[in-house]
């Protein structure tokens, strides 16, 4: 059964940094595409990053600047570096994959469970 499990999640001050991993079971990461997305309580999900198979990478323009979203093949794991956060990225972040999406809009198959971040001081 495939399976993304995140990881790299915590609690962090304004301004600082985490780097969350997305791995993966039971599928190669290198033929899908993979995004993050978060899930703040009260809110929509909302798509934060992707990268393709060729390594394209689109972000939301709330992140972008900030986050870097990258992949290691060989590990067979997905990364998203989250640089100067901010209270409002504060949320549930989800890995998901699918092999013919191309951006954050499109419909993902693979969901992890969710790792929360929380920006606080």
């Known amino acids: 059964q495939p399976q993304l499990v995140e990881s790299g999640g915590g609690l962090v001050q304004p301004g600082g940094s985490l780097r969350l991993s997305c791995t993966a079971s039971?599928?190669?990461?290198?033929?899908?595409?993979v995004a993050w997305f978060r899930q703040a309580p009260g809110e929509e999900r909302e798509g934060v990053a992707c990268?393709?198979?060729?390594?394209?990478?689109n972000y939301s323009d709330l992140v972008k600047g900030r986050f870097t979203v990258s992949r290691d093949n060989a590990k067979n794991t997905v990364y998203l570096q989250m640089n100067a956060l901010e209270f409002e990225d504060s949320a549930v972040y989800y890995c998901?994959?699918?092999?013919?999406?191309?951006?954050?809009?499109?419909?993902?198959?693979?969901w992890g469970q969710g790792t929360q971040v929380t920006v606080s001081s």
């Open positions: 990268i393709g198979k060729d390594e394209t990478t």
């Open positions: 039971g599928l190669f990461l290198d033929s899908y595409t």
């Open positions: 998901s994959a699918e092999r013919l999406a191309s951006g954050l809009d499109d419909m993902y198959d693979y």
